[in-house]
């Protein structure tokens, strides 16, 4: 049986959306058992998830576990066949800790700002 794989990501994010869009298109030209939603669209509170949980890491729910960051990133490249080996290399001793350390001390700060600084900059300029 082929467990189901269901990503939460910012789709408010130019970088994040534009690296899922690519993910989303490579299961659907397959029929993979991945369901990507929209953090804005989900119900978060079924996975105990706030919004700004949410639009901090990257989140991928699979049966009933709910997964965040670098562990988020391996189980939907391992849903994928083309991005298995990189998940298996990832997933290594060492590099997994490195990957971690980039992934929760640069990227997904560096992109939770941005986001931060859109919200912002959208309630200044109110609704359009």
Same mark, same amino acid.
Request: with cysteine.
């Given at each position: 049986?082929?467990?189901? &794989? ?37 119900? $978060? ?20 576990? @709910?997964?965040?960051? &670098?562990?988020?990133? @391996? ?16 997933? $290594?001793?060492? @590099? ?17 700002? @941005? ?14």
């Amino acid at each position: 049986m082929t467990q189901h &794989t269901t990503v939460i990501y910012n789709a408010n994010c130019p970088i994040c959306s534009r690296e899922i869009d690519s993910y989303r298109r490579y299961c659907e030209a397959r029929t993979l058992p991945v369901r990507f939603v929209d953090l804005d669209r989900a119900a $978060l509170s079924r996975w105990g998830l706030t919004p700004e949980d949410a639009a901090r890491r990257l989140h991928v729910v699979q049966g009933d576990r @709910l997964l965040a960051g &670098t562990p988020a990133f @391996l189980a939907l490249w391992s849903a994928m066949p083309r991005f298995r080996p990189l998940a298996r290399i990832v997933a $290594l001793p060492g @590099l997994r800790q490195i990957a971690n350390a980039v992934y929760e001390g640069v990227l997904a700060p560096a992109l939770y700002a @941005l986001h931060r600084r859109r919200v912002r900059r959208a309630q200044a300029n109110g609704p359009l």
